[in-house]
């Protein structure tokens, strides 16, 4: 990680997954101090590999997220921590007024700028480091420090509470998958969460769907998948398939099952079988979950920032939320779960959002 250890951040991006780590490039790249807080829990920590981002297609998640702070601490002004944050808060009147008026040491301070420097009138060395001037002038920044951010270090990192002018919250969202005691054992491997992702992977095999109590897009994820595989079954329960629903899945030559689903089965080489009630066990080479999405924002409750009625943070299209100067982007924001690249994608509409709101375009 990055040794600068700065207290005063024109962005601080919260989460470093694609999203994240895209904004940030994006903000570092326009000359804002931005800090990086990455509690290191991706959602897709189980997958052996990404798929779909151009370029990198078949790499693993975790290098992806590896090569990405690479690019992102190649610039001067980007900082990257293992931090798990616990506490974001808007700053009072009169904290932000100190906070401003401390800030040009603090900063200049964390990022050692270069003094150089040609002799003044009274001979003394005037530094022509544009960044140094930059950071006394603020760079054409128009909006003062509105937060405070609070953050516990992991893997031995120090805790830190930083200033910053913006918030971008890249947290992601947590799983919660189906009650099956060894579905976690197969996951990432054989079972997976999306099928944009992981279709073709499993093309042409004996294929199942599964999904979480209180899902209502199974008919959406069933259909995907029959351009993937011929042999598909589909386990509903109950009230997540219409009748109308059911006629065209089976039309399309989907099985679909009502009964009650306990497990799944499978050894060494993958899943082998979705588990019944009442005993019987249906074959299977690959299976398809689809989980509920939490989004876990308890850090900035104290902001109150508005959520839509999927339980994701309202966001328009460029990441700006219910408060001036907190952005939400990724997975956070509608329709929720996505592919990395359409993340990154986002991360990167919400680094330019940013830098029009800071100098007040």
Request: aromatic share 6%.
């Amino acid at each position: 990680m990055t040794e600068a250890l700065g207290t005063h951040y024109d962005v601080v991006v919260i989460g470093g997954g694609p999203a994240g780590l895209q904004a940030a490039l994006i903000l570092a790249r326009h000359r804002y101090s931005t800090l990086v807080l990455d509690g290191n829990r991706p959602r897709h920590s189980a997958t052996l590999e990404a798929h779909g981002f151009l370029t990198r297609d078949h790499t693993a998640p975790n290098e992806l997220r590896r090569l990405g702070r690479e690019d992102v601490e190649a610039y001067e002004d980007a900082e990257i921590q293992f931090a798990q944050v616990s506490r974001v808060r808007a700053l009072s009147d009169e904290e932000s007024a100190g906070a401003e008026a401390s800030q040009g040491a603090a900063f200049e301070g964390a990022f050692a700028f270069v003094a150089g420097g040609v002799p003044a009138e009274d001979g003394s060395s005037v530094s022509t480091d544009p960044r140094e001037i930059a950071s006394r002038r603020r760079g054409g920044v128009r909006v003062p420090y509105r937060f405070a951010v609070e953050a516990k270090g992991v893997r031995g990192t120090p805790a830190r509470a930083v200033f910053a002018r913006s918030v971008i919250l890249a947290t992601g969202l947590t799983e919660v998958l189906p009650a099956l005691p060894m579905l976690r054992a197969f996951y990432g491997t054989s079972i997976h969460s999306c099928v944009e992702c992981d279709g073709w992977t499993q093309r042409d095999r004996r294929v199942s769907v599964i999904a979480a109590p209180g899902v209502t897009d199974l008919y959406e994820r069933a259909v995907q998948l029959t351009r993937f595989t011929g042999a598909l079954t589909v386990f509903a329960g109950q009230g997540q398939l219409g009748a109308l629903q059911e006629f065209d899945l089976v039309d399309r030559g989907v099985v679909v099952e009502t009964r009650e689903v306990v497990d799944v089965e499978g050894g060494p080489g993958g899943v082998t079988g979705v588990a019944l009630a009442d005993g019987d066990v249906v074959t299977a080479e690959a299976v398809f979950v689809r989980p509920n999405y939490v989004a876990k924002l308890d850090f900035a409750s104290e902001l109150g920032i508005d959520f839509d009625g999927l339980g994701l943070v309202a966001a328009d299209a460029h990441g700006r939320t219910s408060v001036p100067g907190i952005y939400a982007t990724g997975e956070l924001t509608g329709p929720g779960p996505q592919m990395l690249i359409v993340a990154a994608g986002n991360g990167a509409e919400t680094g330019m959002a940013v830098d029009r709101d800071l100098l007040g375009l």
